[in-house]
């Protein structure tokens, strides 16, 4: 279902359907329009949801529903996912502690403090949680150390910093972490070692060095690891080669690998994605690339490679879409 611009008056029809499931309140990005954004919904306007005793699925993103539409939530108890980004403060989120079959729930982008996560302490049913580029800070992890079904959380450009990450350790169902953009370093990573669940983790724009890799190493089931701007070296991607499972891996950026580390990545025979933008690699560290048949996209915007190089290596990979400047 795509998204769609509603009005109360569209709301009011909709709320005739009982057996309606989802509602987006959010128009998509079109070439005139390249932002999400709702036309005329107003708070009034959620009462109708009411009617609607099996939505599950609801967007409000971009929207300018505040806590006097929000309340209208009670009402509506069959909800499991519900994204509000760029849309919510504090004060909002008492409403949805009432939601008892909540799984799914994005804040991403808002004013969101510690002290708003408190009024979330009831849904512990939560399965999946974005709050990038809010304000949550140590104190917050402290709540959603109470969230132990969560299996993919979002914590991009937050206040957390590396203490805080203890609050993680015991959340044994994550999958997926996002917690780049933090100022981390190889301390707080020791904290997540044991989640041996992990298939997807950002550690990007983090202030990490080979040794943050060490403990990623329980982390049989990895598929992906974003390790963009860190510190990484040659000898990170020794230990990167150990990630038998790895389907995509993030290099952007990382400044201090070299061709001779490349190597290393040949053990990674499921390896299908590779992004090394912004690196030093030249046409010596892509004929390593070669030996990874699997390889299905590479990256390889601002680094020393030459035109040559590329077409040997698409030639080595017919199957492999290598992306570079033109020449």
């Not at 990450?165 to 070692?193: H, Q, V």
């Not at 000898?235 to 995509?248: A, D, K, P, W, Y």
């Amino acid at each position: 279902m795509h998204s769609i611009g509603l009005s109360d008056r569209t709301l009011k029809e909709l709320s005739e359907f009982p057996d309606l499931g989802l509602i987006s309140l959010s128009c998509p990005p079109t070439p005139s329009v390249p932002f999400s954004r709702t036309i005329e919904v107003t708070n009034e306007g959620l009462v109708h949801l009411k009617n609607l005793p099996r939505l599950k699925v609801l967007s409000l993103d971009d929207t300018r529903i505040s806590s006097a539409g929000l309340i209208h939530l009670r009402d509506v108890e069959s909800l499991r996912f519900l994204s509000l980004r760029n849309n919510i403060c504090d004060d909002y989120l008492e409403h949805l502690a009432a939601l008892p079959n909540l799984k799914v729930l994005y804040l991403d982008h808002s004013y969101v403090t510690d002290t708003g996560l408190v009024k979330l302490a009831p849904l512990t049913g939560l399965k999946v949680l974005g709050l990038s580029h809010t304000r949550v800070s140590d104190s917050g992890l402290a709540i959603i150390k109470g969230f132990v079904n969560l299996r993919w959380l979002l914590l991009s450009e937050t206040q957390i910093t590396e203490d805080g990450l203890s609050n993680l350790s015991g959340l044994s169902e994550l999958r997926w972490l996002d917690i780049s953009n933090n100022f981390l370093t190889d301390k707080g990573l020791a904290y997540i070692k044991g989640l041996g669940k992990m298939i997807w983790i950002n550690l990007s724009g983090n202030r990490i060095s080979d040794a943050a890799l060490d403990n990623l190493k329980g982390m049989k089931h990895l598929r992906w690891i974003w390790l963009r701007s860190t510190q990484i070296t040659d000898q990170g991607l020794v230990i990167l080669s150990e990630f038998r499972n790895l389907h995509g891996l993030d290099l952007r950026n990382c400044r201090r690998i070299t061709d001779a580390g490349l190597r290393h990545l040949a053990k990674l025979k499921n390896l299908r994605w590779l992004y090394i933008d912004g690196t030093d690699i030249t046409d010596a560290g892509l004929r390593h690339l070669k030996r990874c048949k699997n390889l299905r996209m590479v990256r390889l915007y601002d680094t020393r490679v030459s035109k040559k190089g590329i077409e040997s290596l698409r030639k080595a990979l017919p199957h492999c879409e290598v992306i570079a400047e033109p020449w």
